[in-house]
């Protein structure tokens, strides 16, 4: 795993160094990159595609 | 017993950098850069063109995901490598992506040389319902000038069945073809509170 800084260029946000190669995904939490690389042993934060309607009463 | 083979063309494997100039090998000589997916390359004696007409050099190997913020977010940037780009050629890229939470809306954008580059391939926005998206488009080269190559955005609208027409000009960019350049594909959520997955994104070069 690597965190990769964010750096804004122009009005975008950047990664601050290139994205490993290895890296299987990456995830953007409003501050840093969190890259995880093929080989780690972590569990990548799932979150649902589609997610389920609220229930209603 | 003696059987006709149809001959297939040699292919020599190499990396992009170290394929020789196309104008200094015989017209029809095939190459695959190893480096860019295994895509195969055809010389017509000028230009490195794809085998077949169409070769998918770039396949994003990881998904990116992104929340908290309501910035745009450069999420994948490819570099096309010197050469790859020639007259008449067309860039076609595709992304999926699917959306988790309906807080806000979502827009993708396709730049031309860097995340603060040239809105060249597409600028489309999704509502705040939406949780799924999915986007394909092409620019266009035409002639070369100096050494240069005009990509021009196509898919603008659908009026009609085949056809794009647009009330504004086009989006352009000009491509030097001896350099190499990022295509940036971009996300941008209106809402912090949603999160944008990108699951699948490519680059085909045609032509």
């Known amino acids: 795993m690597k965190i990769i800084k964010a750096v804004l260029v122009g009005d975008c946000i950047d990664y ?5 190669k290895d890296a299987i995904a990456v995830v953007f939490d409003g501050d840093v990159f969190t890259v995880y690389q093929s080989g780690d042993d972590l569990e990548i934060p799932a979150k649902p595609a589609f997610p389920e309607p609220a229930k209603t009463p | 017993m003696l059987r006709a083979v149809a001959q297939q063309p040699a292919v020599t494997i190499a990396t992009w950098a170290n394929f020789p100039a196309a104008s200094s090998v015989p017209s029809g000589t095939v190459y695959m850069a190893s480096n860019y997916n295994n895509s ?6 000028t230009y490195w063109k794809p085998r077949g007409g169409r070769q998918r050099p770039f396949v994003m190997a990881a ?19 010197a050469g790859m780009l020639f007259p008449m050629c067309n860039v076609e890229s595709g992304f999926v992506v699917t959306k988790t939470g309906t807080a806000g809306s979502i827009t993708m954008r396709q730049r031309y040389n860097g995340a ?7 600028s489309g926005s999704a509502g705040t319902t939406t949780v ?8 266009s080269a035409g002639v070369a000038s100096a050494g240069n190559i005009t990509l021009t955005q196509g898919y603008s609208s659908y009026t009609a069945l085949g056809i794009g027409t647009s009330t504004s000009p086009a989006a352009t960019a000009t491509h030097t073809m001896s350099g190499a350049v990022t295509y940036n594909l971009t996300l941008q959520a209106s809402s912090a509170a949603d999160t944008i997955n990108i699951t699948n994104a490519f680059i085909e070069v045609c032509g």
């Open chain 2, 40 to 45: 195969e390359w055809v010389s017509d004696g």
């Open chain 2, 63 to 81: 998904a990116v995901s992104s929340t908290g913020t309501t910035s745009e977010v450069n999420a994948w940037a490819p570099t096309i490598p």
């Open chain 1, 16 to 20: 601050a160094e290139p994205v490993p």
């Open chain 2, 132 to 139: 799924g998206m999915v986007g394909l488009c092409r620019v």
């Open chain 2, 116 to 122: 603060a580059g040239t809105v060249v391939g597409f």
